[in-house]
């Protein structure tokens, strides 16, 4: 697409999600930092977001820990206790004093997590007790090794459905204008959703439905606590990170895409079928459509998009907001450029998780 000035260029098209008017279409993904010391966001985090605010922008923050249990990595921040809700306040008064808008990620690990990470060294909790094999991180230099995880009684699970509802809750106390339940890439709720690792045999387990009733019950509990025009929902269907896939992706996400409907949130998130593993792209048959087709509200779609084919997804009505994450993360000012179809700043993977609260992470320049 070789179109130029804003007006015409597909994602920056003004959009209205909900009650909330979007200026343009380049959302923030949520994206890992690990910079949290002792679960709590840290006060640099504030210019990190602020840089990548733009007036009427969405935002989405990163992983975001609802429990003590929900911790799978080192450093990243949790919103269960008045301390780590006290931290994010000033980090979502900064975005919305640009005039952007903030969604708090609401995460749990389940297994992908050791003991390391869990209170009094207890075992991850999960959908099943199949231990996951060790695994590169995303940086692609570590090794990260995983504790056998301990399956999750049926009487348990009301459990910890409040603690993503507690959750929902604090993110609002602390600002936030919504949040979104992460139901992705191989932790806790998409543990239950893929039949690669649900092996239960309750009514959380066993056939689709059953395998996607925490994910709904989840969902049910958010949407009650703090409303459902407040909530958005990431899937990853496709996706086979950390052994978790699905032996019938389509059909797993045409459901979920459906049954969220009833809910009535705000948007489903949904990461594109070529991004099977972490960080490459590959040729796939599959598509988001059916999904897009069926789910009545705002669709966003992720995974490894530039600027022409997220412009193309957007003119061809593929998805109504594209997710940026390595590009946001290196650009903060990604719209403006998009809009100039200026060159892009590279990212640097290896800086991705360092705990230094500037480099590969405030550093990135702006164009001048």
């Known amino acids: 697409m070789s179109k130029t000035s804003d007006s015409t260029i597909p994602l920056l098209t003004p959009y209205k999600m ?12 949520p994206l890992t930092r690990q910079k949290s010391f002792g679960g709590i966001a840290q006060p640099y985090a504030i210019l ?13 923050a990163e992983a975001t820990a609802v429990s003590d249990t929900a911790p799978g990595y080192n450093n990243v921040p949790g919103i269960w206790t008045k301390e780590q809700v006290e931290a994010w306040k000033p980090i979502v008064d900064a975005v919305h004093a640009k005039g952007g808008i903030f969604f708090c990620q609401i995460w749990h690990a389940g297994r992908v997590s050791s003991c390391s990470f869990q209170p009094n060294g207890q075992a991850p909790i999960s959908s099943t007790d199949k ?57 806790l709720i998409d543990q239950f959703l893929k039949d690669q690792v649900n092996d239960r045999t309750d009514k959380y387990g066993g056939s689709l ?26 899937l990853s269907p496709f996706a086979n990170y950390n052994e978790a896939s699905d032996s019938n992706p389509e059909a797993l996400g045409l459901h979920m895409a459906k049954a969220l409907n009833k809910f009535g ?30 789910f009545e509200g705002t669709f966003i779609a992720a995974g490894g998009y530039d ?5 193309e997804a957007i003119y061809t009505g593929y ?50």
């Open 209 to 234: 439905e059953n395998r996607c009733r925490f994910a709904l019950e989840v969902v049910q509990a958010v949407a009650n606590e703090i409303g459902a025009d407040k909530v958005g929902v990431r």
């Open 18 to 29: 909900g009650k909330f008017d979007l200026s343009h279409r380049v959302v923030h993904a």
């Open 131 to 187: 231990i996951l094999k060790p695994q590169v991180r995303s940086n692609g230099i570590d090794i990260a090794t995983f504790s056998t995880p301990r399956r999750l009684e049926t009487h348990e699970i009301p459990s910890v459905i409040n603690d993503f509802k507690v959750a929902a809750r604090n993110a609002v106390e602390a600002g936030f204008d919504g949040v979104e339940i992460h139901g992705a890439h191989a932790y």
């Open 265 to 294: 949130i705000l948007y489903l998130h949904v990461v594109e079928p070529r991004m099977i593993t972490v960080g490459e792209k590959t040729e796939t048959p599959h598509s988001l459509r059916p999904m897009r087709d069926a």
């Open 48 to 60: 990190y977001y602020e840089q990548r605010t733009t007036k009427g922008g969405l935002l989405i």
């Open 319 to 368: 998805a109504d907001l594209i997710a940026y994450g390595r590009w946001f993360l290196s650009n903060p000012d990604l719209p403006q450029r998009f809009g100039l179809d200026a060159p892009l700043n590279k990212y640097n993977r290896s800086t991705f998780y360092t705990p230094d609260p500037v480099i590969g992470y405030t550093d990135y320049p702006f164009l001048q």
């Open 307 to 311: 600027r022409e084919d997220g412009n």
